[in-house]
Structure formats: C-alpha cells, structure tokens
C-alpha cells in the first residue's frame, strides 16, 4: 500500500541538542562512523489508492501549513511504495 | 480458538487452564472452582489470577496490615480510612485532603522513563478519584550506587519520567528523597506520593450502588498495555506471525490524563457519579470487581463496548490490560448527558459499557455471550490470605553484636575533612540537578519545596490555611531493628512536618520489602508493620492507607527492609511557618534533643563500610514533646529557623543551613566527634534572636537544650576548624553534575 | 479592566495568570479555546503550561483554536497580547512574532529562579520596569530556547524588540540570551519566563513579575 511521507528536519543553522547528544552517544557505544548526527521527524500518510499529484501538492501545503514550521523547519514530501 | 464462555466452561469441566503460569497454587485454582461451582472460563480465570496477585491482594501481608485498624487511634480528623484509593482527613475550615504513596519498583526497573511515568500517573488518579483536585506530587527514590553503571541507566529515565509526567499534569513537585545504596542495585525503589484536596461535600467512594445505574468508562482507549504473564491465555488466539508479544510495560500520556482530571473535577462539581473508580494495576478486572463489591454487588458489563486503540486484543486481554488514564464512573441514567457534554466539551473518549443491577453477580459479555460470571466480593476483597512462616534472620543478633570502630574526627584537619566528605556524598549531596527538572511552581500555592525539611502547600488562599507533607524512610536502621526502624522513619517524617510548625495528622506508608516466601524478610516485615502501627497509636496519628511492595530481590538477595513512612500535617497560616535556615548574622544557634554515641547506621558507618550495630531505642513520647515545641514556637515566633537532623547527623544540617542563604556560622562543639557524626534521632537545630523565650520552651516541654553558636560570616567554623562556604558549596553542588552530566 | 486569560486543552497556568491579573488591580475573564469569543476583555494572556500535551510541535495545534482567530485580528488592531510560555510558542507559530523556540540546549527541563534584565519598557506589557532593571522570575520549561535566522536576529537588536534577556549563564540556548521579545507595534510580547510565579514572596522568589501585569493596566488606560 503506498503512501505518503514527509521528512522534516530542522534547517541547518538551528541549534540540534538531540543531534548533537545522539552524535556523542554513538561512539560511547563503539559506533565511529558518524561525522554528524541530525535528529528529524517523520510522517506517513495513508490515503485511498494510489496518491495523485493533487494530493501531493494538497500534503504540500499542509507540510507548510502544519507538519513543519517553516521558520525553522524544511520538509520533503515523496510516495514511498 | 474459539471464545471460551461460561456456558462451554460449564460443558468441558475437564479443559486444561495454565493456572500455574498466571501464577495461581493449585488449591487457588481449586477454590476458584468452588466458589464458582464449575471450572472458570480464560476469562474468569485471568481475572481471579491478576486479582489475588500479590501486588492487588496483599495476601502476604493482609494479615500484617490489620493492624493499622487494630491499633488505630479513634479521631474524628479522619474521614475515609483504609479500604478506599486513599485516605482523607480533616483539616479544618471544611477542607479535606487526600494523600497517598505508592510503588512502581518493577517497571521502573524495566523501562526507566515509562515506569516512573506511570507510578506518578497511577497515584495522581488514585487521588482524583477520591473527588480531589490533586494539588502537589512528591517522589521517595532510591538507587544502588551512585557511581554504577545501571544506576546510569536508570536514574536518569526516572527523574525525567516523573519529571516528564508531573510536569505535564501541572502538579508541583514539592519534595522526595534521593538515596543511594548497593542494596538497590537491581531493584531501584520509585514511590510516587500525591496530595489532593476537596470540600467535605465533595468525597467520592468506590462503589456501584441503585440497580440500573450506569457502568461508565471515560479516558483514554484500551490497548495492549501491562498484560504480560495473561498473554498466555491470550497466545492461542493468535494464528501465525510469531512471538507478537505484547508489552509488558504501561505507556503513559500525561496530557490525557490532564485533561482527564479537569474533565472529572467539572463531572464531580456538577454531582453526576454515585461512585468511581480509577483503572490502575489489573485494569477493568479491578475497577468493576471493586465497584460491585463496593455496592450492593450486581453489575453487568458489555465488555464489546470498550473502546479499544488495537481491534486485536481478545476479552481476556481487555479485562487485563493497564492502559493508563481511564476512570469507571457509575451515573444515574438522569445524568448521563450531562456526563457525556462534559466529556465531549474536554474531547474525552467516554462508552457507557453497562449497568448495576440488583443481583449479587458479576457478569460479562462478549458480543452477547457470558464470559464472565462470579460474585465480585471473592475476586476483589475475598483473596487468599497467606499467614506466610516468619522467623528472625541469624544476622540480627550477629550484626547488632558488631563495635562501630570507625574513626571520628577531633582535630580541626579533620573535622574539616569529614564535612566536607559527608557534604559531597551521594546521600547528602545537593540535589539540584534532580529537582531543577521538577516543577515546584504551578498552580501557585507552593509555600516549601525541596529542599525544605518538608513540602508545604497552601489551601486556602483567604485564610492562608495549609498542609506540609513528608516522606522518610531509614533502611540502615531497619536493617538493625525493624520495629524501631519503622518507629523511627514515623518520627523523622512527623518531625520533618514540625520544624515548619505544622501540627502531624495523618500517615501513609510504602512497605518495599524482599520476598514475602522468605521467613527472614517476613519477619522484617512484620517487626516493621508492627513498629509502624504502634508508633502511629503512640503518636495518635491515623493510618489511612498505603502500598506494599514485595518481590524486590534479586535472586536470593531481598533489598534492606525499606518501609517508606509519609506523614501529613496541617497548618492554620503559611505566612507564620518557620523557615529552614537563617539569612542573617548575629543569631544563635541551639541544638533541641539529646546526642548519644548513635553511629550505628550513620552515613559516616557506612562511607567506612561498616553496616553493623545497634539502632537507636524511638523514644516516641519525648518525640512528641519535641514536635509539640516546634509548634508553639512557631506560633509564639520564637524560631527564625529551624531543621532536623536525620542522616549525615549535625554535620549535615548545619552544611545545608549555611549554604541555604549563604550566611556562615561559628560553631563550639565539646565531644566534637560524637557530636558532628551521630545521628540520634529527636534533635532539630535551631536559629533565635531570643534565647530566653527558647529555654522557657525547652523546659515547659523537657527538651535538652545545648548552645551550638551564632550565626555570621563566609565559613562554617567549628571549633578550630574552618571551612570556607565557597568550598563546602563547592564539595556540597558539584556531586550530582560530576556523576550524571 | 478586563484581562482574558485563555485555557487549551492542557494549559496549566491559567489560574495563576488570572490570579496575578487580580492581583495587579484588573479583572480576569477565563477564555475557552473552542470559543471564538473575547468577551469585551481589554487585553489576552495566553497562559503557560503543555496545550495539546506538546504534540507535533509546542503550540503548532493550538494556534488554530476558534479563539485564536479573533486574538489574531483584536492584536493586529493593537489589543495587548501576552504569551507566557507556552503562550509565546503560540504566538510564534501563529507568526505574531517571528524565530521559534526549540529544545533546551541540555535537553533537561529546566525549572529555577532566573535572573532577567528588562531592555524594552516601551510595551504594553513593560511599562512598570526601569530600563535595565534587573529581576528574578521562574523559568520553568523543556523547549525555551529561543531560534531564528541572523537576519531576523539583526532586525530584533536593531529595533530594539528584545524585551528581556537572561541574566549570567545562558539556560536553554537561546540566541542573544533572548528571554521575550515583542512585535513592531509593541502590544505583543512573548516571554519565556514566568511572571505569574512571582508575585508575592510567600509562594515565589520575588513579586518582581506582577509589573509585567500592572503595566499593562497604564496601557488600557491609555
């Protein structure tokens, strides 16, 4: 079934407390690959069928209106299968 | 598998029932039987499994507990005594309050953040479930060592889920204790404690009474929450995808319960229940068993009708799950819109799921079959009722045999040293780092906080009436001697309330105990609860309620005996308390109390490994005498501070009076040793500008009075030793950063 | 004088906003979320406290309550609006104030008595400080720390629009130690702090917070 997903994340100039613990956490683990860690959020949208390019753009202006804060958020959204 | 009814458990007597892995005795399951005169059906059975569990019964220590009735002191103060969610007292000027501790040990264990959550959710709806508005939380915890690697792992999920919850519910923190102790390793004890307060008018009990009354449920929808061991029944349900099992854990949202309680103080504000009940451990099994039992005893509940989160979930799982932030009202069929406008103004999820009725039987169906059909007494109040074997452990007389030879300090190298060692112990450290993530504030009636001596709240806004609230708990000397251990903890709690100059009133108590099927640890059990029940008929001070926690061990190692001791006390006018310290030069200082060699059990013992010795003898009346001092004093203004002293002895008191308002003090001590690092219990340091009227106290109400010395300067000076407050801050604040970041 | 103070689902301050309205000599007027009504109130505090339990973002869902509509429309005619909190992270998701408040730099909620100073006292809702006075008031949140774009943040200290800042040690992150800031008119101020908790020595650390309340009663008179 496929749905809808918007990925938001925090513009890069925002400060990210949870990034950063998470990026200090990893090693502490025995994990070394991380250069840097940003922390973000998720959503996923069920609709009836296959999603069509107005939904998209209708969950666009959603993703501005609601699911991000633009002033400090940007988002992406994609129809994952 | 098909649906297991009470019409096919009547037909197939012989079925098989894991009665053994819900963890019932076969002559449990065999009385089950005949109190139902057939073999229970899944359902029935996972409900008299859950129910007659340690945790709901109290069957290992029902007998114990009888006591508290036994030896209750009559006083029209208390309203609603044990039996009931919690306990109400009078205070005065028509007000009630309601308090109550409880634990939450095991899944804080297991899941940090959500166990210490939960407990905080669970106690604050036991509250509101009385008719309170819960006004305040408080939080006895306890941890192995501080340097441990699971202490790491668990201390912090635990402050911030009883931060995270409380916080949110909008209940100031106002006190807890923070101890640290290898016995814990493994078994951290959360207690969460919640104070609510109503009129008299508005006490509500759990009970279903007036046949055709409503069953209702409100709160959050059901889920998979806690099941844990019923999944057992549950399993053969399940056709394929392996081991789906559900959690074991409760996961709480706080903003639910919120709205929760505004939406029940407007349904008991507008009178539309006959009784309620919160849905706390076992679920709906507990809320309707107990609202029949509590009524004339019928009840009939559609069990389909129950919202549920997951449509999966079988009759068996909803009767069991602890999905938190639900409450079962019981309404009169005339009120039940307005019950449902309320509901719907808070966007509350609320289902009528049935009705009283004027049988003595519980019954439960799903989608119209009977799967559920017992008298509610013998599940809820009629559990088994073990008289487990008691015998005193060998270490007792060994141990209590043991010479304290630990070094006291003399000269002023170290007397310095030894303050500043007992000023950054874990157990006396200051504890800034825990409470900053608590909010004191909300609700705006927060008089004393952490880390006053006790948490205060004000009532009444016009009047400045209010309450004071204490916790204690002493497991060193309950380890010693469980009676006085217990009588103790009694009397350190009742003094906390006194140095403020509230009046003690009534008493709750969290028992954290190892395993009731030890003779050793019953019988620490029983030493404490009898302790704790005399201390309470010598001091006239009510219990009204409690909680019991067993099974904390691991393996064959029970944790130190740890009866948590909460006492609450009342106060005519806020504004008249007596602070904790002194922000001024030039008063003097005096120690009330007399100061044996008590360094048995002392913190300084056990920083020097030594555990062993004899506890203190409680000496209750001269305890009394003590607190009725503090009381008038306050009233006559003869204190302009005072504090208790408890572990890390005069050491410990006068570093966190300096430090408070950063006013030093100078301080003459003979037998300076003693009497830094003795913790005898009944003293309380205070701070005068008036000695006379102090020793007119000390001898109308015999209290020894020694001259410690006067206040003033940038150090903590005792005898020649001389301790800068920079550097005893330094000691005192920078353990708990160091330790967890 | 009527100040409304409006409750959302899990508001938790309410009471204690309503109260220091009291106190500072006007009257409260409780506000509910789904009622699209201010009632004649002269002024609106939206109170502190997890609305909507913090879901999504802190105040995201709560800045399309009914109520917030006409809030809206009554401060940009010029009716002092104050967000205590919470209420501020409303403010700034409903774009009455620009930057957004973000998580605590240490991740802990904080609660303490916290040095401020006051810079602005031009607002609706400053008039009773000195510039420069120095007071102490709770601070008591997880999500206070105060973000926006270097752009935004020039304009802000250009225009003078940083009500109050906090005081030695930054607590939560926030850029510029921003602990309020206000609009370009002047009616609308956010801040982080809680001056609700400070109005009277017996239950908070000062009563330094009830100016926040009385200066708003000159700006109605006016």
Known sequence: MAKIVVDVMLKPEILDPQGSAVSAALPRLGFTFAKSVRQGKRFEIEVDGQPTPAQLAEVEKAAEKLLANPVIETFVVRVEN | MALDTVAVATANPETSQPFAELGLKPDEYARIKEILGRRPTSSELAMYSVMWSEHCSYKSSKVHLKQFGDK????????????????????????????????????????????????????????????????????????????????????????AGVGGYGNCLGLPNIGGEVVFDETYLGNPLVNALCIGVMKHSDIKLAKAAGAGNLVVLYGAKTGGDGIGGVSVLASETFESTGPAKRPAVQVGDPFVEKVLIECSLEIFAADLVVGIQDLGGAGLSCATSELASGGSGGMRVELDRVPLRDASLSPEEILMSESQERMCAIVEPKNIDKFLEICKKWDVTVTVIGE???????????????????????VAHEGPVYNRPLAKPEYVDRVNAEVIDVALPSTAAEIKAAVLKLAGAPNLADKS??????????????????????????????????????????????YLNPYEGAKLALAEAARNIATAGAKPLAVTNCLNFGSPEDPGVMWQFAESVRGLADGCLEMGLPVTGGNVSFYNQTGAVAILPTPVIGVLGVIDDVRTRTPMSFDKAGLELYLLGDTENDIAGSEWAYLHGQRGGKAPIADLQREMRLIDLLVAGRIDKVFVAAHDLSQ?????????????????????????GQMLISESPGRVVVAVENAKALGALASKFKISLTKLGVTGGDALQINDASIPLTELRKAHTETFPKLFG | MKVGVVTFPGTLDDRDAARAVDAAGATSVALWHKEADLKGVDAVILP???????????????????????????????????????????????????????????????????????????????????????????????????????????????????????????????????????????????????PEHAINPLTGPTADGLGFFTSVLKAMVK
Request: proline share 5%; net charge negative.
């Open chain 3, 48 to 194: 502190g406290g997890f609305s909507y339990g913090d879901y999504l973002r802190c105040g995201a869902i709560s800045r399309f309550a009914p109520v917030m509509e006409k809030i809206i429309d009554a401060a940009n005619g010029g009716m002092p609006l104050l967000g205590i909190c919470n209420g501020f992270q409303v403010l700034c998701e409903a774009h009455l104030l620009p930057g957004a408040l973000t998580r605590n730099h240490e991740l802990h909620f904080l609660c303490h008595d916290q040095r401020l100073v006051i810079e602005n006292t031009s607002t609706a809702w400053t008039s009773s400080f000195t510039k420069g006075q120095e007071v102490v008031i709770p601070l008591k949140n997880g999500e206070g720390s105060f973000q926006c774009d270097d752009p935004t943040l020039a304009m802000l200290e250009a225009e003078g629009r940083i009500i109050a800042r906090y005081v030695g040690e930054n607590p939560n992150g926030s850029r510029n130690l921003i602990a309020g800031i206000t609009n370009e008119r002047g009616n609308v101020v956010g801040l982080m702090p809680h």
């Open chain 2, 356 to 378: 009283v009725t004027d049988g003595d039987r519980l019954e439960i169906t799903w989608h119209g079959e009977l799967i559920v059909d017992v008298p509610p007494r013998t």
């Open chain 2, 433 to 478: 780092w825990v409470t900053a993530q608590y909010d004191r504030y909300v609700q705006g009636n927060t008089i004393q906080s952490q880390p006053d001596d006790s948490g205060m709240v004000r009532i009444d806004e016009k009047t400045n009436l209010g309450v004071a609230v204490a916790t204690d708990a002493n497991a060193n000397w309950s």
């Open chain 2, 648 to 672: 890390g002895g005069l050491s410990a008191t006068l570093t966190e009076m300096v430090l408070r308002h950063n006013v030093g003090a100078t301080i003459n001590l003979e037998n300076v």
């Open chain 2, 72 to 159: 209750a002191v009559k006083t029209d103060a208390l309203l609603v005594g044990i039996g009931e969610n919690a306990g109400v007292v009078d205070v005065g000027q028509g007000y009630a309050v309601t308090f109550k501790i409880e634990s939450h040990n095991h899944p804080s264990f297991v899941e940090p953040y959500q166990g210490a959550a939960t407990g905080i959710g669970g106690i604050v709806r036991d509250i509101l479930t009385m008719g309170a508005r819960p006004i305040a939380v408080m939080d006895p915890l306890r941890f192995g060592p501080a340097d441990a690697v699971d202490t790491r792992r668990v201390l912090p999920g635990i402050i």
